[in-house]
């Protein structure tokens, strides 16, 4: 699973843009907070993950060099905006509010909601919140979700910075229940300290959580969009992104 990382790349895509050969190395955004098994640090200190070893992949489908540069997600789309990065590849889900402000690329996977509670918690879905402390990390789908479909059910919900800061929490029962990515929490609830807790329902397909996840851009970076959509589907195609999909998650999770 841990593989070198790609830094410098080689043949292009056929098709791609006489632009993406040649050219500053890309910027990849990610949040500077873990979110295992997506994006982490290795014991010797280096990204991986399967975001991190994708977008590897796809700029080698671009023939462009690419870094890894770790930002704030609450400033992640700023950043971007800004210039500090290039593309955000960083579980981001396509949404009509984003898309205001950034363009994407194609989707790349897509994962619901999964709510997350002790094993003796009767908990059968978003119905059964009542009384129960929701956690959710703040600026997510899963955020908008809540705001949106579980103020009526749910008295309180909490909103983190960081995802590891809500697992901490329901870890040492503060919280009851937590909403997050279905994939980041089956491989939360393989740890050791998780024992005891699973996942009790996924939540509905809702607007919220948008067209699946997809790579961020800066608004009319017409080539770069191209060269991406290019690049994703040769990834798709030529088996790449299922392997390393079946590495990380042990199922197909590429749309």
């Not at 479909?149 to 009851?176: H, T």
Request: charged fraction near 25%.
């Amino acid at each position: 699973m841990n593989r070198p990382l790609i830094t410098l790349v080689g043949a292009a895509v056929p098709g791609l843009s006489a632009t993406a050969q040649a050219a500053e190395p890309l910027k990849i955004g990610i949040s500077a907070e873990p979110y295992p098994p997506f994006t982490y640090t290795s014991s010797a200190g280096e990204w991986t993950g399967f975001e991190v070893e994708l977008g590897m992949a796809i700029c080698e489908a671009m023939g462009r060099a690419c870094e890894i540069t770790p930002t704030g997600w609450s400033g992640i789309i700023p950043s971007l905006k800004a210039g500090r990065i290039d593309m955000i590849m960083n579980s981001m889900s396509i949404t009509e509010a984003r898309q205001r402000v950034i363009d994407f690329s194609e989707p790349y996977y897509f994962t619901p909601g999964a709510f997350v509670a002790a094993d003796d918690l009767e908990l059968g879905g978003p119905d059964d919140l009542g009384g129960q402390v929701l956690g959710v990390q703040a600026a997510t789908t899963n955020a908008t979700y809540a705001r949106r479909a579980l103020r009526d059910s749910v008295d309180d919900i909490r909103l983190y910075d960081q995802a590891e800061q809500v697992n901490r929490d329901l870890l040492s029962g503060r919280l009851d229940v937590i909403l997050a990515d279905e994939i980041a929490m089956t491989e939360f609830l393989e740890r050791d300290e998780a024992e005891g807790f699973e996942i009790k329902a996924t939540a509905p397909r809702h607007a919220a959580y948008g067209e699946g996840v997809g790579i961020g851009i800066r608004q009319d970076d017409d080539a770069l969009e191209a060269d991406l959509n290019a690049a994703i589907a040769k990834v798709r195609e030529d088996g790449t992104c299922g392997a390393l999909s079946e590495d990380y998650f042990g199922t197909d999770i590429c749309t």
